[in-house]
């Protein structure tokens, strides 16, 4: 029997994923399903009077994008932030932070982020700065990489941080030659002062799931607030998917620390079509612009120190088998060589002691490397979770100085990786970066940073595994390959279309793209009609 479409999306440009170029095609849906894909036009004994029909010329239609890795409402909650990536002193940044106060006297806490004292000229990380500007409010300032916080006297009065106050595990609370807290919090004691933020999930929620449908984010992996992880948002994303609200799939962790039931009993509540419970994530170690990044060789810059793990690597490894062996997927931030190395060696004892399984692990970031654990990743099967935006956060002569340039060599590796059978699966790692994925997929495919610097001659790879890497990547690491990632028959209708053909535009015009429709499991949640509205 025939069946009568719902929707047919017609377009002289479809990127099927299935396909290296757009072709022309007509796209057929009903309820939430892409029925079929046929020739452009032939779909005149598919309709009657009730199917909706679009036509979009030649702008681009694909699949949606799925980030592989965000961090949702802290993402949500920095939407409205002040963001110090340009300031290039302590004073130049804590004015930036009292300008945007003075817009927001009726708000108790002052929110920032993006700051990165090591492209500053002149100024420590210090709370005087901002207390000079703003006594009266607590300001809490996320660093550009999230793994340090800047926070001015009042707000360390009301986490109850003073000079007694003692480090967490695997973080610190700078103190100053007196013994007093500079307002400096590292990795996570970070934690100490982001725990009394008023936070109010529905409007973060609400505010991201806006933002999603407008970069065509149909997808995401949360990978929960740094540094507590915690999985309570799981409910609200359930509840929202009950009252019909949920325009994102959500896909969330829980932290990797020997705590199976908790896991057993979040992979049978959460499998729906929008919210799934993915297995597990972890910190092996930190970041390297604050020496916490685990590197193999000490810090060209710093030679007392090579970083270290978060944890102890035999407990690391012990419960990295233990969840393998109860079926689940690991996900592991490494940043040094030594952490990613880690990874692999967990990654390949758990392969050893469980036996080889299809288990599509990951390792997120991967920035440095040793040119030994290269073919590694394709060997034991584990993704490289990448953030191609990532290399327009920091200055390369700031990792230069960091690493030294030998190891720059096998710093933020794309398609070396690629070439050695890796399967690259990319994301935004938002708030870090935007959400929005266009200076993504136009850093992967150039290697140019802002001020036109190539990170890694040769890195570069095509528009066509860019967007790959972007849709049926991560659809493949989420074991959803059968459902989401790319426009063909039997699929979930998550489909975006944006304002121009990337297979045919300048490729500066990448990042200026917008998305112009996105639909959702067979729902249209998103429709520019003019700039700001839809």
């Known amino acids: 029997m025939t069946f009568i479409a719902d929707v047919v999306i017609n377009g002289e440009s479809v990127f099927t994923g299935k396909a290296d170029l757009p072709e022309p095609a007509s796209i057929l849906l009903k309820d939430n399903r892409i029925i079929d894909v046929v020739e452009l036009g032939s779909f005149s004994n598919y309709i009657d009077e009730n199917t909706k029909i679009y036509d979009f010329g030649d702008q681009l239609i694909m699949p949606g994008f799925h980030d592989f890795h965000i961090h949702l409402l802290l993402g949500g909650m920095l939407n409205d932030s002040v963001r110090l990536h340009t300031a290039r002193s302590a004073k130049e940044a804590a004015q930036m932070v009292k300008d945007y106060a003075d817009t927001k006297k009726d708000e108790p806490f002052v929110i920032g982020c993006s700051w990165e004292q090591n492209q500053w000229v002149e100024g420590e990380v210090h709370c005087k700065y901002l207390d000079e500007l703003i006594p009266d409010r607590p300001v809490v300032l996320y660093q550009a990489e999230f793994h340090s916080v800047w926070a001015n006297s009042k707000a360390l009065e009301l986490a109850g941080i003073d000079r007694n106050t003692e480090n967490p595990p695997y973080g610190e609370i700078v103190k100053d030659e007196n013994g007093e807290p500079t307002g400096l919090l590292l990795e996570h004691a970070v934690g100490l002062v982001t725990k009394v933020l008023p936070i109010n999930f529905e409007k973060l929620l609400d505010s991201f799931l806006q933002e999603a449908a407008k970069y065509g984010v149909t997808s995401v992996h949360d990978l929960l607030r740094i540094p507590d992880m915690s999985t309570e948002e799981a409910e609200l994303y359930a509840e929202y998917e009950e009252k019909g609200k949920l325009t994102t799939r959500v896909h969330f962790v829980a932290p990797l620390n020997g705590d199976l039931e908790r896991a057993k009993s979040l992979r049978e509540k959460y499998k729906s079509n929008m919210v799934q419970f993915a297995g597990f994530k972890q910190f092996i170690d930190g970041v390297t612009t604050s020496y916490t990044a685990y590197l193999l060789e000490p810090y060209t810059n710093n030679p007392v120190t090579k970083g270290s793990t978060v944890f102890p690597a035999e407990e690391i490894k012990s419960w990295t088998v233990a969840a393998d062996k109860a079926g689940f997927r690991v996900r592991f931030h490494c940043i040094g060589d030594g952490a990613v190395q880690l990874a692999l060696d967990c990654f390949e004892a758990a392969q050893q002691e469980n036996g080889v399984r299809d288990s599509r692990h990951a390792i997120e970031h991967v920035e440095m490397l040793h040119p030994d654990d290269v073919k590694r990743f394709g060997e034991l099967g584990v993704h490289p979770s990448i953030q191609p935006e990532h290399i327009n956060v920091t200055q390369r002569t700031v ?136």
């Open 399 to 534: 990792y230069e100085e960091l690493i030294g340039k030998k190891r720059m060599e096998y710093n933020f590796l794309q398609k070396t990786l690629a070439d050695n059978g890796a399967k690259l699966v990319f994301s935004t790692d938002y708030p870090v970066v935007g959400l929005n994925p266009f200076p993504g997929i136009y850093r992967a495919v150039t290697r140019l940073d802002d001020e036109g610097v190539v990170w890694g001659e040769g890195e570069q790879i095509s528009l066509k595994d860019t967007l790959l890497a972007y849709t049926a990547a991560p659809a493949y690491a989420s074991f959803r390959e059968k459902e989401l990632g790319t426009i063909e028959a039997g699929k979930l209708a998550d489909i975006i279309v944006l304002d121009r053909n990337l297979f045919a535009v300048p490729v500066e015009e990448i990042k200026e793209t917008k998305v112009i429709f996105t639909m959702v499991d067979g729902k249209v949640v998103y429709e520019l009609v003019e700039e700001g509205s839809f």
